[in-house]
């Protein structure tokens, strides 16, 4: 399948999604507190960010790796030794994740949620690493619809439909945050073993976990573990630690008003995100040969067919603002604001196009690498002196300066060292390198 025929497949799959998790927050927001809401919000974003930082980049290493190995032909019979040493590195990565932030609970840091909720609610963690790393598998293996299915819909549609039935059952108005979190961390171990077995059906590869396999080939994989560990961290962190920035810094009650901004804005995302799954693989495999020309096609092609929309999109939501955040609400109204300037930040992420994947995808790692830890630095300071100075308000102005300028670093660099660039505006060939 082609690139545009793969990210339009994509695309799909992520409008289903966004419908799916759109569904899910509106019923969590109509049978929960704001409050118990709010926790519920800090949750989701801790488990997706923390399992990425307990992944140590084997997600990313998955989707440079192993398609150029299918591509050319696994001679050495080295695929199964890194898939077996990634998901070695992930999941206990991830579970090492979680034994520390449990500890931390019980020193007291996260005193505003009770014991058990934290324990169970941060157990969302090492299974939030157990299936992303197995989706990214799927994704190296060109496998595209069991990467995002599992996670993306039938998680939330499955806990949404339970959910909905404990409601209607008990005729309860108001469910607690435990109930909600228990349902959540059920179903995603139920989702990521089914994930699992169907992967090792459609592709006959069972991974082993693997301590250390004594192989040359394995050098180069091993090696981008720490360039991939950040920058992977990195590419979520403002989308997942402003809801958590806002829980921690202001309250939980308005993290829940907050998240109902966020997850509005995230709809924008999916054009994106759409492009940039399909053109991981595709970007590596066009770099194998060391073929500049058709590294910009690729970059030019997809920024202008994200762009576009996003801008159309965005306009349409600033445009229904106070309707869109009714729908959780009518105390939601209040994060309108918030919304608006989230929404100008995903604009600003399009236009600018993918120049950190292709720095990854294409060898720069190690580049990409400072650039990300930078990022990570100024965009968490960001997001506290926002917090501090204006609130939810002034972490969303945070997103969206931390955003412009880890997008401008990414793109003077992608011009430095290769040539390209990644803006709407690019041109097809590549530029002489300044």
């Not at 089914?194 to 090792?200: C, F, I, K, S």
């Not at 994200?306 to 939601?332: D, S």
């Not at 995903?346 to 600018?352: E, F, L």
Request: charged share 10%; proline share 4%.
């Amino acid at each position: 399948m082609s690139i545009r025929g793969q990210a339009q497949a994509t695309f799909v799959t992520k409008v289903l999604a966004a419908v799916t998790s759109y569904g899910f927050a509106i019923l969590l927001a109509r049978v929960m507190t704001a409050e118990g809401f709010g926790q519920i919000a800090f949750f989701l974003n801790a488990a997706a960010l923390l399992s990425v930082l307990g992944a140590c980049g084997q997600q990313i290493a998955m989707v440079r790796f192993v398609p150029p190995l299918l591509a050319w032909g696994d001679r050495a019979g080295a695929l199964p030794d890194f898939i077996g040493l990634a998901y070695r590195k992930a999941i206990l990565g991830a579970v090492s994740v979680y034994a520390v932030v449990v500890a931390l609970t019980v020193l007291g840091l996260f005193s505003q949620f009770d014991l058990a909720v934290a324990m169970i609610g941060f157990a969302l963690v090492p299974v939030m690493g157990w299936i992303d790393i197995q989706s990214h598998f799927a994704r190296g293996f060109q496998r595209l619809p069991l990467s995002l299915l599992p996670k993306e819909i039938l998680w939330r549609g499955i806990s949404a439909v339970l959910i909905l039935g404990i409601v209607l059952v008990s005729g309860r108005t108001r469910l607690d945050t435990l109930d909600v979190l228990m349902v959540l961390l059920l179903v995603l171990m139920l989702v990521a073993l089914a994930q699992g077995a169907v992967l090792l059906r459609l592709t006959g590869f069972r991974p082993r976990f693997r301590w250390g396999c004594g192989r040359q080939e394995v050098a180069e994989w091993q090696s981008t573990t720490v360039p991939f560990w950040i920058t992977s961290v990195s590419n979520i962190f403002l989308a997942n630690a402003d809801v958590m920035a806002v829980a921690l810094l202001i309250g939980s009650t308005e993290a829940g008003l907050y998240f109902a901004a966020n997850r509005l804005a995230q709809l924008l995302a999916f054009f994106v995100v759409s492009q940039n799954i399909v053109i991981g693989p595709q970007l590596a495999q066009a770099w194998a040969p060391r073929d500049p020309t058709a590294i910009a096609r690729i970059l030019r092609r997809t920024t202008r067919a994200t762009t576009l929309p996003t801008v159309v999109m965005g306009a349409l939501m600033l445009t229904g603002t106070p309707w869109l955040l009714q729908l959780f609400g009518p105390e939601f109204a209040t994060a309108g604001p918030c919304l608006q300037v989230l929404v100008l930040a995903s604009v600003v992420n399009a236009a600018t196009g993918p120049a950190d994947i292709a720095l990854n995808m294409c060898g720069y790692d190690r580049v990409a690498m400072q650039v990300s830890a930078v990022n990570l630095g100024m965009s968490a300071l960001a997001l506290g002196v926002g917090a501090a100075l204006g609130g939810s308000f002034g972490v969303a102005l945070g997103v969206l300066a931390a955003t412009a300028a880890r997008k401008a670093m990414y793109w003077t660099v992608l011009r430095r060292v290769m040539g390209l660039r990644s803006d709407v505006f690019a041109p097809d060939i590549p530029f002489a390198k300044a």
